[in-house]
């Protein structure tokens, strides 16, 4: 089970009204945060790391319209986003309070059910199901709460009503609702004039003040869901979900907003709006984080259903791994665009593959396995050291994982370059038996497995998978011993019959204690 907390204790554990205003990023260089710093779409910039409350992160993350499975595009914002926030919780030792909103009503989830001749539930939690096991599959883990948009409908329509009797909304005669741009002020925070002209072209209609005007309320359609209000029947807009729900557990101030860079205009700007306009403050969330698009080489747009430009993530796992993945997202900054082609997850996987055949090496000769020459320990714990300074350098400046991998590499072939001078003179035995440094390789063995656990990669060890593949071996020999037994004695006199039954019973009952369990099914043994 995933753990959730509920609103109450969220709200108990990160408080609900501390700011921080954009001034005092320069004015708190003395602060323990500020060795953190991020890009932050707010002010264009690289920012220090300033937190409400001490210790503790209040984030919250745009999670997936639930109308069909996920496709390594939206696969790779999370995994990207979940690097990040495992840097901040197992690196830098946060408290991150994660909270994802799931949209689970909207134009194209009616459009899915309609076509499915299902009920919208049904699909909604169908493919939310499918994108939790998509995002186990890849190794992200589950936020610290979800949210969804059915669940907050009342929230929504408080948070809509008070909009109205600011004069930040208004009612049209259809029975939406429009949030007032021109009433609010709007500076436009997040985005460019460029891309609100091309917005406005494509979405303006006549009930509407002003062309930037955007609905908070969708009056209703026939054959469409609806909920009642005080304004008709309806359903939320899809900006307005995101805000009702991260204001209803972190209230006016959130540490991290994040999303894709396609959500910066018009969902994260009309969402800073109208939060901004409800909490009457000028800088609801400190830092926006937006990561960039996955697409397919020689094709520009990013990956998209509608386009029919995916791979689905089952897809992916069929043939590469989550660690492949992870690498991937690993090799290139959060905010860059990746072009995916076969050339780029090769490299990926030759990257795995050295990282795993280095941690295996390592196994061996920590086991004693493999003869070399006596190693140099200064020159490898200084290696050791200077990477670990840029690793965490690198990942202080706005979580930068390439020159991560980078040092890893040198530092693996550092180590390998001595691993690789074999002794083959078996004459000097004392130098053999005295002359290893299986604390030294060992520090860099820990060290690695450590950092890459910490990224969320983990790697099975050969002496894992021998050690399994030797007591798979035993228990098979052990069982068959068994078999021959019991079967020996069902032949033989009744006394020998009796005293080898007795032993086969009591070498299953020994077998029990170490959790192994031997069943009889159709007269034969079978072990579990």
């Not at 953190?36 to 984030?59: A, D, M, S």
Request: net charge neutral; hydrophobic share 35%.
């Amino acid at each position: 089970m995933w753990p959730i907390l509920c609103r109450s204790c969220i709200r108990k554990l990160i408080g609900r009204n501390a700011k921080i205003s954009l001034q005092s990023f320069n004015k708190a260089r003395s602060s323990k945060t500020d060795e953190i710093k991020v890009y932050n779409t707010l002010t264009r910039g690289i920012q220090p790391l300033l937190l409400t409350e001490e210790h503790i992160v209040k984030w919250y993350m745009c999670g997936p319209t639930v109308y069909d499975e996920a496709h390594i595009g939206h696969a790779c914002t999370y995994v990207r986003f979940d690097i990040i926030r495992r840097i901040l919780k197992n690196i830098f030792k946060k408290n991150v309070v994660m909270v994802m909103g799931i949209t689970d009503i909207d134009d194209k989830i009616i459009n899915k059910a309609s076509q499915e001749g299902s009920d919208i539930s049904a699909v909604t939690r169908r493919y939310e199901d499918t994108f939790w096991h998509d995002m186990t599959s890849l190794s992200v883990e589950r936020p610290t709460v979800v949210t969804r948009v059915t669940e907050y409908i009342p929230q929504i329509q408080l948070f809509i009503g008070q909009l109205i009797d600011k004069g930040s909304a208004y009612k049209s005669p259809s029975g939406s609702v429009y949030f007032d741009v021109e009433h609010h002020g709007s500076d436009d925070k997040l985005c460019s004039h460029t891309s609100q002209e091309i917005y406005e072209s494509e979405n303006y209609n006549g009930e509407k003040k002003n062309q930037r005007d955007f609905v908070l309320w969708k009056a209703s359609k026939p054959g469409e869901p609806w909920w009642p209000s005080p304004w008709g029947q309806g359903r939320p807009g899809w900006h307005i979900e995101c805000s009702v729900m991260a204001s209803s557990l972190f209230g006016s101030a959130v540490d991290i907003h994040a999303g894709g860079e396609d959500l910066i205009f018009p969902h994260h700007q009309n969402e800073l709006s109208q939060s901004e306009a409800f909490h009457g403050c000028h800088q609801w969330v400190n830092y926006w984080l937006h990561s960039g698009h996955l697409y397919l080489k020689d094709d520009q747009n990013k990956m998209s259903k509608s386009l029919k430009n995916v791979i689905s993530v089952k897809e992916f796992l069929s043939k590469y791994t989550a660690n492949h993945f992870r690498l991937m997202c690993l090799m290139s900054h959060y905010r860059n665009r990746i072009e995916y082609s076969d050339e780029l997850m090769e490299k990926a996987v030759i990257i795995a593959s050295q990282l795993s055949n280095f941690l295996n090496q390592a196994d061996r000769y920590l086991q004693g396995q493999m003869g070399t020459l006596p190693i140099n320990e200064v020159s490898i714990l200084q290696s050791l050291s200077e990477a670990d300074a840029k690793i965490t350098d690198a990942l202080k400046n706005d979580f930068q994982t390439s020159p991560v991998m980078s040092s890893l590499t040198n530092l693996i072939h550092t180590v390998n370059v001595q691993l690789a001078m074999k002794d083959s003179d078996r004459s000097n035995m004392q130098d053999k038996l005295f002359g290893r440094s299986p604390a030294v390789i060992g520090a860099v063995k820990v060290y690695i497995e450590n950092l890459l656990k910490n990224l969320g990669i983990v790697f099975k060890s050969i002496m894992d998978r021998g050690e399994m593949a030797e007591l798979t071996k035993v228990l098979d020999a052990a069982v068959t011993f068994r078999n021959n037994i019991r079967l020996t004695a069902l032949r033989n006199t009744e006394t020998n019959r009796t005293s080898l039954l007795e032993m086969c019973d009591d070498f299953r009952k020994t077998s029990r204690q170490y959790g192994v369990t031997i069943k009889v099914i159709n007269h034969r043994q079978q072990c579990q």
